[in-house]
């Protein structure tokens, strides 16, 4: 599962960015287990295959 924000509005560069967060396949069924983070810059360009990568790496 995975959705952007509305956005933030950042006052001090001028600007809004989008935040877009992936949670693991299953996450309701597994609140009570530790994931990791991936925070990723430029998440705009980059987001949606550093996504894939990383469930295709959780399955080998």
């Known amino acids: 599962m ?3 924000s509305s956005g933030a509005d950042i ?3 001028k ?14 069924s597994k609140r009570k287990r530790n ?3 991936v925070y990723l810059l430029d998440g705009n360009a ?9 469930r ?3 399955k080998m």
């Open 46 to 54: 980059y987001f949606d295959a550093v996504a894939d990568e990383i």
């Open 35 to 37: 994931f990791s983070v």
């Open 2 to 4: 995975s959705f952007p």
């Open 56 to 58: 295709k790496q959780k």
């Open 15 to 28: 600007d809004s960015f989008s935040i877009f967060i992936k949670l693991p396949d299953n996450y309701d």
């Open 11 to 13: 006052e001090s560069v």
